[in-house]
């Protein structure tokens, strides 16, 4: 039986660890060869690659900080470069500073990074991507309900970079649409990850109780289930799409 994505070139952004780690399997499982990249762990990166080709495809690992502005068209070019082409795009890399803007030792620094990866990273990667991506190619970005619902405080900065990849994103699948490259965005919900580590005993008792109508954390391959799916040939008339993944906290 042939697999959704065979013999397509994925690239998941961050697919060293959490959620990237399950996206990279999932696309892998359809049949896609996968490149992935990782800022720091060179070790896990490698264990993730390994897991990858014994499912009888392709995989590769590219060191690359998207908060660099150099490195998300570096990552590309050496993706292509590796696979001879890429076909799918899954912007996962982000990071959670969680910070009040009444907080006077706020680490300023650390926030404006939280916008060059989570925002600008994106929309360069997106930019590199879109030079290459073939007719039919796919873009998903993986972003956050919080952009349009603030449950709870400290996180004014990151749900305004997860508000920005959604207005580029809807504005770059107008662009594209031309050539049928579809970009959407995945709202992911609340996962047990690392980066909701800092939100456990404040926010997810107020979420779980409060907000979603399935009362309990998403799991990472139903995140990564909906964005097989937006990758995929079925999903070839769906573009500039919010795909809400998070347990109708949206409802």
Known sequence: MTKKLEGKVALVTGGSRGLGVELARALADEGANVAISYVASEEKAAAVVREIERKGVRAAAFQADQGEPEAPQ??????VQRFGKLDILVNNAAVSIPSRLDDINA??????RQWQVNALGVVRT?????????KGGRIVTI????????????IAD?????????????????????????????????????MAAPYRDTAWPLILNNLLSIQRSGRLEEIAAAVVFLAS??????TGAVVPADGGAGA
Do not use: C, Q
């Open 126 to 134: 997106i930019r590199a991507a879109a030079k290459v991506l073939p």
């Open 158 to 194: 990151y749900a305004g970079t997860k508000g920005a990849i959604v207005s580029y994103s809807k504005a770059a699948a107008r662009d594209l649409a031309p050539r049928e490259i579809t970009v959407n965005v995945v709202d992911a919900g609340l996962m047990d990850t690392d």
């Open 74 to 79: 570096r990552l590309v070019d050496a993706v």
């Open 107 to 112: 680490d300023i620094a650390a926030l404006e």
């Open 143 to 154: 972003g956050s309900g919080v952009w349009h619902r603030a449950a709870f405080p400290g």
């Open 233 to 238: 040939p079925g999903a070839s008339y769906i």
